[in-house]
Protein backbone atom coordinates (compact mmCIF):
# COMPACT_ATOMS: atom_id res chain seq x y z
CA UNK A 1 0.00 0.00 0.00
CA UNK A 2 1.29 3.43 -1.04
CA UNK A 3 1.81 6.15 2.06
CA UNK A 4 2.94 9.67 1.81
CA UNK A 5 3.57 11.67 4.94
CA UNK A 6 4.97 15.44 5.22
CA UNK A 7 7.08 17.01 7.32
CA UNK A 8 8.40 20.30 8.33
CA UNK A 9 5.68 22.14 8.16
CA UNK A 10 4.92 24.90 11.29
CA UNK A 11 5.30 28.76 11.80
CA UNK A 12 7.75 30.89 9.60
CA UNK A 13 8.39 34.81 9.40
CA UNK A 14 8.12 36.17 6.36
CA UNK A 15 11.29 36.10 4.71
CA UNK A 16 12.64 33.58 5.98
CA UNK A 17 12.85 30.02 4.83
CA UNK A 18 10.83 26.63 5.03
CA UNK A 19 11.63 23.13 3.59
CA UNK A 20 8.67 20.68 3.51
CA UNK A 21 9.65 16.82 2.91
CA UNK A 22 7.25 13.73 1.61
CA UNK A 23 8.67 10.53 2.38
CA UNK A 24 6.51 7.81 0.16
CA UNK A 25 6.19 4.00 1.21
CA UNK A 26 5.34 1.01 -0.34
CA UNK A 27 5.90 -0.37 -3.80
CA UNK A 28 5.39 0.96 -6.85
CA UNK A 29 6.33 0.59 -10.33
CA UNK A 30 6.90 3.85 -11.78
CA UNK A 31 6.17 7.46 -11.25
CA UNK A 32 4.82 10.03 -13.45
CA UNK A 33 4.68 12.88 -11.52
CA UNK A 34 5.50 14.34 -8.23
CA UNK A 35 3.82 17.63 -6.88
CA UNK A 36 2.75 19.92 -3.55
CA UNK A 37 -0.48 21.33 -3.56
CA UNK A 38 -1.93 23.65 -0.93
CA UNK A 39 -4.93 24.66 0.36
CA UNK A 40 -5.86 28.05 2.25
CA UNK A 41 -9.20 28.33 4.45
CA UNK A 42 -11.99 29.08 2.16
CA UNK A 43 -10.15 28.60 -1.13
CA UNK A 44 -9.48 25.19 -3.39
CA UNK A 45 -6.69 23.49 -2.98
CA UNK A 46 -4.25 24.61 -5.99
CA UNK A 47 -1.26 23.50 -7.71
CA UNK A 48 2.42 25.07 -6.10
CA UNK A 49 4.93 23.21 -7.74
CA UNK A 50 5.26 19.93 -9.51
CA UNK A 51 8.32 17.52 -11.07
CA UNK A 52 8.00 15.61 -13.98
CA UNK A 53 9.88 12.11 -14.16
CA UNK A 54 12.56 13.57 -15.79
CA UNK A 55 13.31 15.88 -13.10
CA UNK A 56 11.43 18.83 -14.92
CA UNK A 57 10.23 21.58 -12.92
CA UNK A 58 6.96 23.51 -13.08
CA UNK A 59 5.72 26.21 -10.81
CA UNK A 60 2.38 28.30 -10.22
CA UNK A 61 2.81 31.78 -10.77
CA UNK A 62 2.91 32.99 -7.35
CA UNK A 63 5.50 30.82 -6.10
CA UNK A 64 8.19 31.44 -9.25
CA UNK A 65 11.60 32.26 -7.98
CA UNK A 66 11.04 31.73 -4.12
CA UNK A 67 10.27 28.06 -3.89
CA UNK A 68 11.62 25.21 -5.73
CA UNK A 69 10.55 21.45 -5.99
CA UNK A 70 13.21 18.79 -5.75
CA UNK A 71 13.25 14.93 -5.38
CA UNK A 72 15.47 12.22 -4.31
CA UNK A 73 14.22 8.92 -5.98
CA UNK A 74 17.13 6.89 -4.12
CA UNK A 75 15.26 7.65 -0.74
CA UNK A 76 11.65 7.81 -2.00
CA UNK A 77 11.47 11.46 -1.00
CA UNK A 78 10.42 14.88 -2.26
CA UNK A 79 10.56 18.06 -1.23
CA UNK A 80 9.44 21.61 -1.46
CA UNK A 81 12.13 24.20 -0.57
CA UNK A 82 10.34 27.73 0.67
CA UNK A 83 12.45 30.89 0.50
CA UNK A 84 10.85 34.34 1.18
CA UNK A 85 7.20 32.98 2.20
CA UNK A 86 4.36 35.67 2.31
CA UNK A 87 1.48 35.68 5.00
CA UNK A 88 -0.27 34.39 1.39
CA UNK A 89 1.73 31.38 1.56
CA UNK A 90 0.11 30.22 4.36
CA UNK A 91 -2.39 26.64 3.82
CA UNK A 92 -2.11 23.42 3.97
CA UNK A 93 0.69 21.74 1.82
CA UNK A 94 -0.39 18.23 0.33
CA UNK A 95 1.77 16.27 -1.04
CA UNK A 96 0.97 14.42 -4.39
CA UNK A 97 2.21 10.87 -6.68
CA UNK A 98 0.93 9.63 -10.20
CA UNK A 99 2.70 6.27 -10.05
CA UNK A 100 1.87 2.89 -11.72
CA UNK A 101 1.86 0.00 -9.84
CA UNK A 102 2.52 -2.20 -12.48
CA UNK A 103 3.98 -1.93 -16.33
CA UNK A 104 1.17 -1.14 -18.40
CA UNK A 105 -1.01 -0.27 -15.53
CA UNK A 106 -3.41 2.36 -15.11
CA UNK A 107 -1.86 5.80 -13.30
CA UNK A 108 -2.99 6.14 -9.68
CA UNK A 109 -2.82 9.30 -7.28
CA UNK A 110 -1.81 8.88 -4.03
CA UNK A 111 -2.40 12.40 -1.55
CA UNK A 112 -0.27 12.69 1.82
CA UNK A 113 -2.57 13.95 4.78
CA UNK A 114 -1.40 17.49 4.84
CA UNK A 115 0.75 19.84 6.88
CA UNK A 116 0.19 23.81 8.14
CA UNK A 117 2.69 25.95 6.77
CA UNK A 118 1.79 29.90 8.91
CA UNK A 119 3.68 32.71 7.34
CA UNK A 120 2.98 35.42 10.15
CA UNK A 121 5.81 37.62 12.46
Known amino acids: QVQLAESGGGLVQPGGSLRLSCARS????????MAWYRQAPGKERELVAGITSDGSPIYADPVKGRFTISRDNAKNMVYLQMNSPKPEDTAVYYC???????????????WGPGIQVTVSS
Open 96 to 110: NVRARLRFGGQQIAY
Open 26 to 33: GSIFSIDY
